[in-house]
């Protein structure tokens, strides 16, 4: 590869295609509005809420 700098254009395109990219992964890392947990048991339950909470708390 050369030591030339990117022409105006390529580098335009470069920056679309990683705001591009950049916005589908937030996306992909959102929670949903809403989560509907089914568990069998009591005893597991407040874990899936506990780390649900941990998550929604620190993004």
């Keep these: 590869m050369s030591l030339k ?5 390529t580098q335009k395109k470069l920056e679309a ?6 916005k589908k992964i937030e ?3 959102q929670l949903p509005p809403y989560t509907v947990i089914f568990s069998e048991g009591i005893k597991t ?3 899936y809420i506990r ?6 708390i620190y993004e």
């Design 5 to 9: 700098p990117l022409k105006t254009s």
């Design 17 to 22: 295609a990683m705001q591009k990219k950049k």
């Design 27 to 29: 996306e992909l890392h």
């Design 45 to 47: 339950e407040p874990f």
């Design 51 to 56: 780390g649900l909470t941990k998550l929604c």
